[in-house]
Nanobody
């Protein structure tokens, strides 16, 4: 079974930086794309950034120029470096993996439980 676990959420002041990480485990052979979604209180879940195994990135316009996504394919990890944080970046950040192939199964997608990021003004 594939598991995703996020690390690194917390409370920061506006303008500060924060890095969140996600580790995928479960006899994984490959992951097509990994990324981050976020959900603010009372709102729907939205894509923040996604990176394919080959390195192609899809970044939300709302964070472009401030957030950087990277991944370590060998470690099945994905990172989100968040700079110049704004109060509107507050929310629960979820790690997402697309097309995960393990030694026993192929998963269309997997989600982590999320980590809370709070940006105070």
């Amino acid at each position: 079974q594939v598991q995703l676990v996020e690390f690194g959420g917390g409370v920061v002041q506006a303008g500060e930086s924060l890095r969140v990480s996600c580790a995928a485990s479960g006899n994984i052979l490959s992951i097509d794309a990994m990324g981050w979604y976020r959900q603010a209180l009372g709102k729907g879940r939205e894509l923040v950034a996604e990176i394919a195994s080959g390195g192609d990135r899809n970044i939300s316009d709302s964070v472009k120029g401030r957030f950087t996504i990277s991944r370590d394919n060998a470690k099945n990890m994905v990172y989100l470096e968040m700079n110049s944080l704004k109060p509107e970046d507050t929310g629960r950040y979820y790690c997402h993996a697309k097309e995960v192939i393990t030694s026993l199964h192929r998963y269309l997608e997997a989600w982590g439980p999320g980590t809370l990021v709070t940006v105070s003004s």
